[in-house]
């Protein structure tokens, strides 16, 4: 079985849906949930779903403990579902293509450091777009620059607000990321 762990900093929903679509996958598990925010929505989510958390401090991302855990616990792919820090060379390096991410907006527009979120819709409207999406993603040294793996579109309607925008992202998320992250761990070697 291919054992993923899912990094979240806010309320973990695209987590949640993870756990939901892998809970009964017979060669796929989330094993493990990582957040560095002690009071993350997506702790109790993973709790409710029997998967293990880790509550780490900002240090442990960089000083290998965060490393060592993921080996302990056999993690072979990463996913990251709203979470904010940046990923180490070094944890690069040890999961070589084996990191994604999901980002709510069409990139590389409205990508980078700070850019996550409502930050993201609303700089999508003020600037006048007509669509925006998701965007799932390799990770690597930079925020947001990992060769694309997938993009889905939706239409930036005249009324939406950073909210009405943020809901038909989280529908494209929630139905696209699931089945991206499937092919790609199962297509990884034994």
């Known amino acids: 079985m291919k054992r993923i762990a899912v990094f979240a900093s806010g309320e973990g929903t695209n987590a949640q849906r993870l756990m939901e679509v892998f809970q009964a996958d017979k060669e796929v598990s989330i094993s493990l949930i990582i957040?560095?925010?002690?009071?993350?929505g997506v702790i109790k989510r993973g709790e409710r779903m029997g998967v293990p958390v880790k509550v780490l401090p900002r240090a442990s991302f960089d000083d290998g403990t965060?490393?060592?855990?993921?080996?302990?616990?056999?993690?072979?792919?990463?996913?990251?579902?709203?979470?904010?820090?940046?990923?180490?060379?070094?944890?690069?390096?040890?999961?070589?293509?084996?990191?994604?991410?999901?980002?709510?907006?069409?990139l590389p527009k409205y990508g980078g450091k700070g850019m996550y979120g409502g930050y993201v819709h609303a700089a999508v409207i003020a600037a006048g777009e007509k669509e925006s999406g998701i965007t799932i993603h390799y990770v690597n040294e930079a925020y947001d620059e990992g060769a694309y793996i997938f993009q889905a579109r939706c239409e930036v309607l005249s009324t939406d607000t950073p909210e009405t925008l943020?809901?038909?992202?989280?529908?494209?998320?929630?139905?696209?990321?699931?089945?991206?992250?499937?092919?790609?761990?199962?297509?990884?070697p034994e």
Do not use: C, M
């Not at 180490?88 to 999961?95: F, T």
């Open 35 to 40: 957040t560095n925010k002690p009071n993350a």
């Open 66 to 106: 965060l490393l060592a855990i993921l080996k302990e616990a056999q993690i072979d792919f990463i996913v990251l579902a709203g979470f904010l820090l940046k990923i180490s060379p070094e944890l690069v390096q040890a999961y070589p293509q084996r990191i994604v991410n999901i980002h709510p907006s069409l």
């Open 166 to 188: 943020a809901a038909r992202i989280h529908t494209l998320e929630y139905e696209h990321f699931p089945a991206v992250v499937d092919l790609l761990v199962k297509a990884l």
